[in-house]
């Protein structure tokens, strides 16, 4: 692709999935924003190419965190409303229109800053970096995490999460738009996976679904309604019986770990100039309603590596001269 940063000074940011975690992005975004350091390209995996997309399309700041701190439990529920006929348990239909809405009148080559998503083929396996066509597209197939949100086609091709193979894309920034990288993972492979890991807090979201349950419009869906309920008892009683390693949690933890090797190989190869790790606590991954959380770590970090920032922007400038 045309590179679109070429002979711009200015960062280039490689942000990494994590789900609702990912909001910390915008925080780190903010802060570069608040010390005129620009940023002219980036390269985002799944939770990452969509706040990347909302960043590369212009809009400002101010309305990116308005729009990432006015979501509550009730409407992240309703953009995550399971549809089991399809190959996950959500279509992506509602995500896709959200996305449309915000994104629809966007192509990646008419961006002012470069731009590029990752996603994984679900049938080859391959890595594919999505770096032209509708933004919205760009986005869609990079969020779609295996098991929750339906793959999304592009072309000939069935695209998933790009968090499978590389969950902190700096290699395919450096590769795309050069340098100087600064990468922000908030991605579970990042939160020191070697850790042992410790039984959630209490949840609030069983109550919470039961509240959104006892809408009316719920009654004329039956099944769903059913599901859900099925859903809620099995997690309460694995609660009462402490049963911390449940199927999903097993699944999560050995994703984290797999991410976390692959994380570290592609570093030994090819690192940013400098890597933010947000401290976002246990956010969890659909947990959008804790928008002001993730945005104050991503602020946190920035603001601790500030001075490192600037310092990478001066080289840059020394070496052009």
């Given amino acids: 692709m045309e590179n679109r940063s070429e002979g ?10 994590g789900g609702a975690a990912g909001l910390a992005h915008i925080g780190v975004i903010q802060v570069l924003a608040e010390n005129a350091i ?5 390269v985002g995996t799944s939770i990452g190419a969509e706040i990347g997309a909302f960043t590369a399309s212009g809009m400002p700041i101010d309305e990116l965190v ?3 701190t006015a979501f509550d439990w009730k409407q992240t529920l309703q953009l995550f409303m399971p549809d089991l006929s399809t190959g996950g348990l959500v279509s992506g239909k509602k995500i896709m229109d959200f996305l449309n809405t915000k994104l629809g009148a966007h192509t990646i080559e008419n961006l002012s800053m470069g731009y590029a998503a ?13 770096d032209r066509g509708a933004l919205a597209d760009a986005v869609r197939a990079s969020i779609s995490l295996p098991g929750l949100i339906v793959p999304h086609r592009i072309g000939n091709r069935w ?15 450096r590769e795309r738009f050069g340098g100087p990288v600064v990468a922000v993972a908030v991605h579970s492979a990042m939160r020191q996976p070697t850790r042992r890991v410790r039984p ?12 959104f349950l006892r809408r009316p419009w719920m009654a004329r869906t039956q099944g769903l309604e059913e599901w859900l309920e099925a859903q809620i008892e099995n997690y309460q009683k694995a609660q009462d019986k ?20 692959i994380v570290r190989l592609r570093r030994n190869v090819n690192p940013p100039d400098l890597m933010l790790v947000p401290d976002v606590g246990r956010i969890g991954t659909i947990e959008f309603y804790r928008g002001k959380e993730a945005i104050a770590a991503g602020r946190a970090a920035a603001r601790d590596k500030l001075d490192e920032i600037k310092g990478l922007l001066a080289a840059e400038k020394n070496s052009r001269m």
Avoid: H, Y
């Fill in 38 to 42: 620009l940023v002219r390209a980036v």
């Fill in 66 to 68: 308005s729009l990432a």
């Fill in 200 to 211: 959630p807090q209490s949840s609030k979201l069983p109550a919470r679904v039961r509240q």
């Fill in 242 to 261: 402490k049963q911390w390693w449940t199927t999903r949690r097993v699944l999560d933890q050995v994703m984290a770990i797999t991410q976390a090797e």
């Fill in 118 to 130: 990752v996603t994984t083929d679900l049938e080859t396996g391959e890595q594919v970096v999505v």
């Fill in 8 to 17: 711009k000074s200015g960062l280039v940011l490689a942000l990494s999935g």
């Fill in 159 to 173: 695209l998933v999460d790009g968090s499978v193979l590389n969950p902190v894309p700096f290699d395919v920034a």
